[in-house]
């Protein structure tokens, strides 16, 4: 019997629940979202970032005392540039002779140091010496479309043509343009529109010379002329369009551990985002790779503003990633952080003659930007962080009281010490990955959370293990985390799955909601949930009552579940675990063995009589379910010691 009870009306379900997380990784925007086509446009992309130092092929950063783990994984990345100039190469016909170089000696911009150099010492004929660029794995050129070309040449030991084109991947020239008698001194910019007469999802970009010489080349862009709402610098609208369909009442960005840097000295800084794309350094993400900051700051403020949602900007509060470094900047350097901070409000919602609302004017935006939200750091935690909190909250507030300022936990109840230390904050941000049927199992987990003077912001959440890189368990999961939260509207404002986007070719996490390479792109079905429950969100909740009157159900003799065991030790082995049954017999025992420092942990399957009951799954992070309930058929109780590691 199912009892809805109308008369007693339960929590209101937040309107804002659901909005999106922004984040560099997996590519999702540099070679993702961002539509420049050119991969490496500024020749940047070999830079060790500041701050840091690079130790035979593992890049170092730098390391507080207080860090415990001595694992080099740990703490070390694996440097990834293969070249100097990623993702560009030379080719050239068998009479030709030419060689690249990274040049430094003449900057097109201080900022930007990096330019490609290229000495043609015998040309031969024409078409003889190229610079190709692979784009993100691929360009994909459509008949009929445009593409905008944007690069700046020096030449002062060269005359002749150059020329810029598209060709598929068997050689056939999509698209070309040619800049005749290039020689100048100093740096100048070239700029063609080129329309492709076949298409190849796999193309490539080449500059081709004729002539012998030394030639340099800087922000070589390539843009499609068709972007998200056609804006310049604009974004892929496959990618955007998946965002603007879901209605997200935020975005929050820029991350994630992309906002606490490798580095303090490499953290993103939203002044450097702005302004014309060749001044900008770009930012190295903790990820792995260099971001162009195409998306910068007042990207993300226009993008949010575009697709109707509020801005939720996360910036970095003196503080690199605790995991591998955790550096704190000094005390007395955080004034001067508090000022940045607030002098990047002043730029999304300052009027158009402050300092920094004028520069917002300059750029082409004199009315305020939707900045609702401002995040202090990513997964931060400890009484230090909570010192550093509170001085940004209080500074923030006195000026800007409209705006909701959010302490970044990670998880709340776990780092009560942090949460015990805050004065005062409006939003906590909690994250909640999550292993398959943990939500199921869990499924009150919110009903059950001490309320206090906040709410709660599940800026991260996933069912992201078990489930392989995401399927329809994984959404029925998502489906029941997220009617948790709906349930408990008095607690739970606001959500966002994370990871939003990931380019198949670089994955960094197991599990996104959108995956996409450079052609085409794909919402799992995850996405659709949310969208669904979007869309057609309750208002409020009703008191409900369920009772089962049948007693000739056949009881449940069948459970399929996962089991995940979590550390931070990349080599743990977790020995003799078992499953018992409520009279204590072991029905299952095994090792579950992780050296593959893949955060993954592996294992066999386990059984009951005949019927499967569980599986070992890949993925365990973060959360291990260490008890399983099933109802009605067995109490399991999982025993492990954890050897190794
Ligand atoms: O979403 C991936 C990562 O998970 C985020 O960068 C970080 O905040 C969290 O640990």
């Not at 070390?76 to 030709?96: I, Q, V, Y």
């Not at 043609?120 to 610079?131: C, E, L, R």
């Not at 190849?200 to 709402?229: C, Q």
Request: glycine letters at 8%; proline letters at 6%; a neutral charge.
């Amino acid at each position: 019997t199912l009892v809805i009870d109308t008369q007693h009306p339960g929590a209101k379900v937040s309107s804002r629940l659901h909005g999106i997380f922004f984040e560099e990784i997996s590519h999702g925007g540099e070679g993702g979202l961002y539509a420049e086509l050119i991969q490496n446009r500024g020749f940047e992309e070999s830079t060790i970032p500041p701050g840091c130092t690079l130790d035979s092929g593992w890049l170092v950063p730098p390391r507080t005392s207080h860090f415990a783990s001595n694992k080099v994984s740990d703490w070390k990345m694996p440097w990834e540039p293969k070249s100097p100039w990623p993702a560009w190469s030379l080719r050239t016909a068998a009479n030709a002779r030419a060689s690249l170089s990274l040049s430094t000696k003449v900057p097109l911009h201080a900022a930007t140091p990096h330019a490609l150099q290229v000495d043609i010492h015998s040309a031969g004929k024409a078409d003889s010496v190229s610079v190709v660029n692979e784009g993100f794995w691929g360009i994909r050129v459509d008949k009929g479309e445009s593409y905008n070309l944007t690069t700046y040449i020096r030449a002062p030991k060269f005359k002749g043509a150059v020329t810029a084109s598209l060709r598929a991947s068997d050689g056939r020239i999509l698209a070309s343009y040619t800049f005749n008698n290039v020689k100048q001194s100093s740096w100048r910019k070239y700029t063609c529109t080129v329309k492709a007469t076949a298409s190849d999802a796999k193309a490539k970009f080449y500059l081709t010379m004729s002539s012998p010489g030394t030639i340099w080349f800087d922000l070589v862009s390539l843009f499609p002329a068709r972007t998200f709402k056609n804006r310049p610098n604009g974004m892929r609208p496959d990618l955007a369009n998946y965002l603007a369909d879901l209605k997200p009442a935020f975005v929050r960005w820029p991350g994630g551990c992309f906002v606490e840097g490798i580095s303090t000295e490499s953290a993103p800084e939203w002044k450097r985002s702005l302004g014309p794309i060749e001044e900008r350094p770009g930012t190295y993400s903790p990820w792995g790779y260099w971001s162009s900051d195409g998306i910068g700051y007042h990207e993300f403020l226009q993008f949010c503003e575009d697709i109707g949602a509020d801005a939720m900007y996360v910036f970095n509060c003196g503080v690199s990633c605790e995991m591998r470094s955790g550096v704190f900047l000094p005390d007395d350097k955080i004034p001067a952080l508090v000022q940045n901070i607030l002098d990047g409000i002043e730029y999304a919602i300052g009027p158009a003659d402050s300092k920094w609302g004028a520069v917002r004017a300059r750029n082409g935006h004199p009315q305020p930007f939707p900045l609702r939200y401002v995040e202090v750091g990513n997964e931060q935690v400890g009484t230090r962080y909570a010192t550093r909190f509170n001085i940004f909250y209080k500074a923030i507030k006195e000026k800007y009281p409209q705006l909701e300022v959010i302490t970044s936990t990670g998880i709340a109840h776990v780092h009560k010490p942090t949460i015990d230390a805050v004065t005062k904050t409006d939003i906590v941000d909690e994250h909640a990955y999550k292993a398959v049927y943990w939500p199921m199992i869990y499924h009150d987990w919110y009903d059950k959370y001490p309320r206090k003077d906040w709410k709660l912001y599940v800026g991260e959440y996933a069912c992201n293990s078990g489930v392989g890189s995401g399927n329809m368990l994984a959404a029925l999961n998502d489906a029941v985390f997220i009617m948790g939260m709906e349930r408990n509207g008095d607690l739970v404002a606001m959500s966002s799955y994370a990871p939003l986007l990931e380019n198949i070719n670089d994955t960094d996490w197991p599990v996104n909601l959108i995956r996409f390479d450079n052609a085409s792109s794909f919402a799992r079905t995850s996405y659709y949930t949310i969208k669904m429950m979007n869309d057609h969100k309750a208002s409020e909740n009703v008191a409900v009552s369920l009772t089962f009157h049948s007693s000739t159900s056949t009881p449940v003799a069948r459970y399929s579940g996962n089991i995940g065991l979590s550390t931070w030790d990349t080599y743990a082995e977790f020995k003799n675990i078992q499953i018992l049954d409520k009279n204590n017999k072991v029905l299952y025992a095994a090792d579950l063995i992780n050296h593959k420092n893949d955060w993954k942990t592996e294992g066999g399957k386990w059984t009951i009589g005949d019927s499967v009951i569980a599986q070992t799954a890949d993925g365990a992070w973060p959360m291990a379910i260490l008890q399983n309930k099933i109802p009605d058929v067995y109490t399991l109780r999982l025993k492990a010691r954890k050897t190794g590691g």
